[in-house]
């Protein structure tokens, strides 16, 4: 089966990029959606499509993909950015995530 | 506006069966693309896609679950239910209810429920 790849923390400081990876099997041929999860909270979604962000999301927030690696950007990082990030894909109509990045705002 | 409010026992006992029921507003259950479905996290864990059903009654389910799941809906009623059979305490868990519209692979899981914490335990 299709697995993603997330690292388990990754650390910025405010107002810096912070860059969080999702690796997967030519993961540049299908379309990754990313979910932000604060504690408490249901996810939401931040990009979908790679690089689409939904009405409300802040530009800040934004997304590549290719290869083997799709990307997600917070430029400008705030300590509300501070939250669990997931990566998701479609493979043969089943969702699949990727095991969550904690980012940590320093 | 779109919501999806979860509801169910709270508390399982092992090989019982979960029965969670979704309740949905500002959309139609019925409305062409639309799709309701289950998602699970278990404390301190990833997420875990289980069901999806669709407008059409075409149904999707995870394939290491498939044998212990099943959606249907109740389209008059706005509701989605999950039953879920031969628990045990590995499926301690929040469960979420999610709204996707599309078959595509653009198309992610746009709006989520608050989310309903199960415990299975004897």
């Known amino acids: 089966s299709y697995e993603l790849t997330q690292p388990l923390t990754v650390s910025v400081a405010v107002r810096q990029t912070a860059r969080i990876s999702c690796g997967g099997d030519?993961?540049?041929?299908?379309?990754v959606h990313w979910y932000q999860q604060k504690p408490g909270l249901a996810p939401v979604l931040v990009i979908y499509?790679?690089?689409n962000r939904p009405s409300g999301i802040p530009q800040r927030f934004s997304g590549s993909n290719s290869g083997n690696t799709a990307t997600l950007t917070i430029s400008r990082v705030q300590a509300g950015d501070e939250a669990d990030y997931y990566c998701?894909?479609?493979?043969?109509?089943?969702?699949?995530f990727g095991g969550g990045t904690r980012l940590a705002v320093l | 506006q779109i919501t999806l409010k979860e509801s169910g026992l709270t508390l399982v006992e092992p090989t019982q069966t979960l029965t969670l029921t979704c309740t949905i507003s500002?959309?139609?259950?019925?409305?062409?693309?639309?799709?309701v479905g289950w998602i699970r996290q278990p404390p301190g864990k990833a997420l875990e896609w289980l069901a999806l059903?669709?407008?059409?009654?075409?149904?999707r389910y995870s394939p290491s679950l498939r044998n212990r799941l099943n959606i249907t809906k109740d389209t008059s009623e706005n509701q989605v239910v999950l039953i879920m059979t031969n628990l045990d305490p590995m499926d301690t868990a929040t469960y979420y209810c999610?709204?996707?519209?599309?078959?595509?692979?653009?198309?992610?899981?746009?709006?989520w429920g608050q989310g309903t914490m199960v415990t299975v335990s004897s």
């Open positions: 999610v709204h996707r519209l599309g078959y595509g692979e653009m198309d992610a899981f746009d709006i």
């Open positions: 500002g959309f139609s259950l019925s409305t062409k693309g639309v799709g």
């Open positions: 059903i669709y407008w059409d009654d075409d149904e």
């Open positions: 030519n993961i540049g041929i299908k379309r």
């Open positions: 499509g790679d690089n």
């Open positions: 998701q894909v479609w493979d043969s109509s089943t969702a699949k």
